[in-house]
């Protein structure tokens, strides 16, 4: 069974453009959840999809949009780039109800210069 | 809202000596919790997932355990070798947060050899 799949990997941006980042969730799985980690603030959530909808929204400036399309996969957006959007950003799948475990992938790395 | 915490944030010990590592969190109404592990620069590897009405949970070297009504978490590592260096980490998916994950900032272990 594949796991999550994140692509790209790697990815460096100058600071004004948008970018666009993708997740390819477990088969089956309905649920994805979008993290940015960052060295001094940790985890933190940005929003989760479920069945094409935004189920929940962590608290990031309107430049941060997401979507979910029908066979589950979801993109994240990031438009006007700063520099401290530069972070490791990690996609969750889920099955989707609330006690099942949460599958990561192995990440964007996103720079801005 | 559900503040998780994790104690020690750094832990090195000698090749063979068992770890033991602390989660706590403040909303004891909780769905599940989870332990992770990540290795520099990677995603998240879900280690052990308890349901909020089992009190441990098992996997080989692994062990982990659960009170709810004190709102703690621990994770035993039996045997370390060099190769559990990492970062672990909980989350907690409550109601009191959207059921989305909460997570500690995570303890990072080095195993001397």
């Known amino acids: 069974k594949a796991g999550v799949t994140q692509t790209p990997r790697y990815l460096i941006k100058t600071r004004g453009q948008q970018v666009t980042l993708s997740c390819s969730p477990i088969?089956?799985?309905?649920?994805v959840s979008w993290y940015q980690q960052t060295p001094g603030q940790g985890l933190q959530f940005l929003f989760e999809?479920?069945?094409?909808?935004?189920?929940n929204k962590g608290n990031f400036p309107g430049r941060f949009s997401g979507r979910q399309f029908s066979n589950s996969r979801s993109e994240m957006n990031v438009s006007t780039l700063e520099l401290g959007d530069s972070a490791l950003y990690l996609c969750?799948?889920?099955?989707?109800?609330?006690?099942?475990?949460?599958?990561f992938g192995q990440g964007t790395r996103l720079t801005v210069v | 809202k559900q503040e998780v915490t994790q104690i020690p944030a750094a832990l090195s010990v000698p090749e063979g000596e068992n770890l033991v590592l602390n989660c706590s969190f403040t909303?004891?109404?909780?769905?599940?919790l989870q332990w992770f592990r990540q290795d520099p620069g990677k995603g998240l590897t879900s280690l052990l997932l308890?349901?909020?009405?089992?009190r441990e949970q098992t996997s080989g070297r692994l062990n982990a355990s659960l009170d709810k009504s004190s709102g703690r978490s621990t994770l035993y590592i039996a045997a370390s070798q060099p190769g559990d260096s990492a970062t672990y980490l909980c989350?907690?998916?409550?109601?009191?947060?959207?059921?989305?994950?909460?997570f500690g900032a995570g303890t990072t272990v080095t195993v001397r050899a």
């Open positions: 969750a799948s889920s099955p989707g109800s609330a006690n099942t475990e949460a599958f």
């Open positions: 088969s089956g799985h309905r649920s």
């Open positions: 999809y479920f069945s094409e909808t935004q189920r």
């Open positions: 909303d004891s109404a909780i769905y599940n």
């Open positions: 308890i349901q909020s009405s089992q």
């Open positions: 989350a907690v998916r409550s109601r009191s947060n959207d059921y989305k994950l909460s």
